[in-house]
């Protein structure tokens, strides 16, 4: 199977339509630190759309990493398994809507594998916060895991081709695989 990790997955604003969390509770481990969580977690998990939000509900939900369902099927069918899945609800207050096919996850794992020698990032920042301006894999570190978060910079989500595949043919909404070599995916 191919695994190539050349691919960053990104959360896509969608422009005007753009949907934000307000205030969300705050567990005790930060939701990018690849770690799981050392309590259980209440469900479902509460979230409140930000009033200024667009009427298009995306399948990404940034700020708490609230996956749509429909996103979370497409993850397990490309062979993601680190995940941490919660049930969650997105409510509304504007609109007096609840969304219940959200799920908030956690990505299980953080893999060393930036190539640092190739890579150019900017100094003075330090893992787990690195800033890179071009990101280059060494692909022998990944252990073959489909997707997981960077442990150089935690914000650095990378997915192999087949998850890359697997989003883009089912027509996510809120959800891009950018290219390491997009200088846009920095």
């Known amino acids: 199977m191919y695994y190539s990790l050349d691919y960053k997955l990104d959360y896509d604003a969608l422009g005007f339509q753009m949907v934000a969390l307000g205030p969300t509770p705050a567990p005790e481990v930060a939701w990018t630190m690849g770690i799981r969580y050392p309590k259980p977690v209440a469900e479902p998990i509460e979230c409140y759309l930000d009033p200024r939000s667009g009427l298009v509900m995306p399948d990404w939900i940034a700020g708490l990493t609230l996956f749509s369902q429909r996103f979370v099927d497409v993850l397990k069918s490309a062979g993601v398994r680190n995940m941490d899945i919660y ?52 692909e022998g570190r990944t252990m073959g895991v489909p997707l997981f978060r960077l442990a150089e910079s935690v914000g650095f989500i990378l997915v192999s081709e087949q998850v890359k595949q697997a989003i883009e043919a089912a027509g996510l909404m809120g959800v891009r695989v950018v290219s390491l070599e997009d200088p846009s995916a920095y």
């Open 87 to 138: 049930d969650a609800v997105v409510i509304d207050r504007e609109r007096d809507r609840r969304y219940t096919n959200y799920k908030a996850v956690n990505i299980i794992g953080r893999v060393s594998c930036a190539d640092l020698e190739r890579s150019e990032y900017v100094p003075d920042y330090e893992a787990p916060l690195m800033e890179f301006e071009k990101l280059v894999i060494d």
